[in-house]
């Protein structure tokens, strides 16, 4: 099967067609043929198919080679164009091969034919070739010119050839004063050497250099920019040009500049955060080490900095955080870190030490800074600070354990009056220890049944008998000892169960303690503790109400003792719990009354029904005249509102005489009764009901 050829005869013989069809077939081809004579046809058949070759006829009665030639240009396509005739002058001949014919043949003499139409089709597949290659170039050149990168073209030396408008943008050079100069004539100078001895190692071997360097801009201005060099060879691999293609990549480098900050300092100051932090602290070890010296870090926290922001908001204490830092940063030495924890926290890191006294001196310095007043828009706040003191090698080898050790020395300092610094010591750790022991065991004191319920008598001072008596917990030891709640309820209150043993303690008391109350006349009164964080639970005045039904008790005879602190924090729960037992009938005394956020405000707004006074002020009266005056004035504060008021703490006589003396009628303490067991407690209710 011979080769297809599509072709188009404007010629106006049919005979003459047949003649030179024949002679393609015999040259090897399978030509699949159209004719034409006028221009209308021609112009139609160009447009209706695809055409490889066209053979025109000279000269036709209502057409021409010549009027055929200008079609074709008019058409847009480039296809071979062969002229056959029986006679025609040369001069004519040279006319039309001029004017874009590609070849002439004799009709009567087609041995050139095949030859001619082979050649002249290698040809037009070049010139197609040619002219693709031709718009590749044209559409690269724009797309380089209007490219979002910058491209930079130099010569084999590096010598700048061309750039495109986004580097002129970019750099602030135009195209005129960017050619000829080196390739590197944006980089730094202190960085120029290095990256182009960096970057002809690398394209000499055939490979493509990538690296995110800075770049200097004609104003002066640094710009980051990712750039790519690669080698442009020839057919014989031999270095002609340097493609540069460079992104500006300033933005997403401060962004991530910017995040990388934000990962290692605090927003808030400024200061080192603690990933910072850990890092310096891990290299100054490791150079304490090699060099036998110590490091210091200091934990500092600031003393009642919760009260400065709950009381006059956020703002304000935000700005005390950072005059705390600037006055820390005052105190320490160059080469030393100030780092902020997050919260009122802050930490010293105080590298290449030899002893402790210059340790002792800088946190002394610090705690005396503190002393000073904060003054802030106008208005002096008092923030004192606690710091606790670790070294290494003596306290912890690695920098988590040092910033704990730290933290335990800072929380010392916090129980043993804060305004001070204190040295991390094992008896320190001895007392984590055995808080952590205490607070494993504290969580399983419920289902494990190791609480148990003493209550101590509420006396009537008048005639010595019973009014009441308070339910108090012990937590029962292996040893067979009890565990005041002294020593373990704060414990409670900071793992969260303490609403677990409110709850028992409620649940459990009123068992106990509901016969007795039900059966004794006068009534009786059951006082019971209750945590700040039970008032919190919504519903718990529902839980209450199921106890008191569930054993049958009056709600009048329930007492629920709450702090001060409660009342002044004045929350919703709180608020909604206290109002919905009141107006079941329960009954609220203030515990430690006088001791805490005492306040007149809550003593209106709550429904309150006593008053205990605390046993600091109980135990002076005889002693101190301050003392027995503040008692005093809680009696008549009492008496005004109409309230009930309860000694607690009575240990000798003189204490009881005087109270019932100036009109205390209501108290307990170990003189009149140490907390019992509830047999007990129903064993002398007997007694006192058959005595009368």
């Known amino acids: 099967m011979g080769t297809p050829l599509k072709v188009l005869f404007v ?70 164009f062969i002229i056959t005739s029986g006679a025609v002058t040369a001069e004519d001949v040279v006319s039309l091969l001029k004017k874009g014919a590609h070849d002439f043949m004799d009709k009567g003499a087609l041995a050139r034919l095949i030859p001619a139409i082979e050649r002249e089709l290698r040809e037009a597949n070049v010139r197609e070739q040619r002219r693709q290659a031709e718009a590749r170039v044209r559409i690269l050149s724009q797309a380089v010119e209007q490219s979002p990168v910058s491209v930079v073209i130099t010569d084999p030396t590096g010598k700048i050839e061309y750039v495109n408008p986004c580097f002129e943008n970019a750099t602030g050079y135009s195209a005129s004063e960017a050619l000829g100069r080196p390739l590197d004539f944006t980089l730094p100078d202190s960085e120029r050497a290095q990256l182009m001895q960096q970057l002809c190692s690398t394209v000499s071997q055939g490979e493509q250099w990538r690296q995110e360097i800075c770049s200097v801009r004609a104003n002066g201005e640094l710009i980051w920019e990712n750039v790519k060099v690669s080698p442009l060879t020839d057919i014989d ?100 870190t100030l780092a902020r924890m997050g919260g009122d926290e802050y930490v010293v890191l105080l590298p290449n ?100 319920l003493h209550y101590q008598p509420i006396y009537n001072l008048k ?95 329930i007492e629920l003792e709450i702090t001060e602190r409660i009342l002044i924090n004045d929350e919703a729960a709180t608020n909604d719990n206290i109002n919905a037992l009141a107006e079941l009938g329960v009954r609220f005394s203030v515990d430690d009354f006088g001791t805490g956020y005492s306040s007149l405000g809550y003593l209106q707004r709550y429904p309150l029904s006593t008053l205990k006074i605390d046993r600091s002020f109980v135990s002076g009266i005889h002693q101190n005249d301050n003392a027995l005056q ?25 204490q009881r005489a005087l109270l019932l003396q100036i009109g205390c009628e209501h108290a307990q303490g170990f003189l009149l009764s140490i907390p019992v067991a509830i047999d007990e407690i129903q064993l002398r209710i007997e007694q006192q009901l058959s005595a009368t």
Request: one cysteine or more.
């Open 630 to 654: 503040l008692v005093k004035t809680i009696l008549v504060l009492a008496q005004g509102l109409g309230m009930a008021t309860v000694a607690e703490g009575i240990e000798d006589e003189q």
């Open 237 to 336: 691999n031999q270095l002609t040009h340097y493609i540069v293609v460079k992104e500006d990549i300033t933005v997403r480098r401060n962004y991530e500049q910017q995040l990388l900050r934000q990962a290692r300092y605090d927003d808030l100051t400024d200061l080192p955060n603690r990933t910072l932090l850990v890092e310096r602290i891990i290299e100054a070890l490791q150079e304490a080490e090699q060099n036998k010296r110590q490091v210091a870090i200091l934990g500092i926290d600031l003393d009642h900095f919760k009260n400065v922001n709950d009381s006059v908001g956020h703002s304000i204490g935000d700005f005390l955080l950072k005059e705390a830092a600037d006055r820390l940063s005052r105190c320490i030495r160059p080469g030393d």
């Open 463 to 557: 005639n010595h008998t019973i009014i009441g008596f308070e339910a108090l917990v012990r937590w029962h030891q292996p040893n067979g000892t009890l565990r005041m709640p002294g020593n373990f309820i704060p414990a409670a209150e900071s793992i969260g169960i303490i609403e677990e043993i409110d709850s028992w303690v409620l649940q459990n008391a009123c068992r106990e303690a509901g016969k007795l109350l039900r059966e004794t006349q006068p009534p009786l009164r059951l006082a019971i503790n209750i945590s700040a964080r039970q008032l919190e639970v919504p519903g718990y005045a529902q839980f209450v109400r199921e106890q008191l039904e569930i054993n049958r008790i009056p709600a009048e005879q």
């Open 353 to 452: 030490i030899d002893e402790q006294s210059p340790v002792s001196e800088i946190a002394q310095q610090i705690v005396t800074k503190f002393t000073e007043p904060f003054f802030i828009i106008g208005r002096n706040y008092y923030v004192t600070c606690s710091v606790g003191i670790a070294m290494y090698p003596g306290d912890a080898n690695n920098p988590h354990l040092l910033l704990r050790n730290a933290d335990l020395a800072m929380y010392q300092c916090k129980d043993n009056g804060r305004n001070q610094f204190q040295f991390f010591t094992q008896d320190i750790n001895d007392q984590l220890v055995e808080r952590l022991e205490l607070e494993n065991q504290l969580r399983h004191v419920v289902n494990r049944n190791e609480l148990v």
């Open 11 to 80: 010629e106006d013989s049919d005979i003459d067609t047949e003649l030179t069809t024949a002679e393609l077939i015999r040259g090897g081809y399978t030509p699949e043929v159209q004719q034409v004579e006028t221009r209308d046809d021609m112009h139609r058949a160009l447009n209706d198919h695809a055409w490889d070759l066209i053979i025109c006829d000279y000269l036709m009665p209502r057409f021409s080679a010549e009027a055929a030639l200008e079609t074709l240009k008019s058409s847009g396509k480039d296809l071979p």
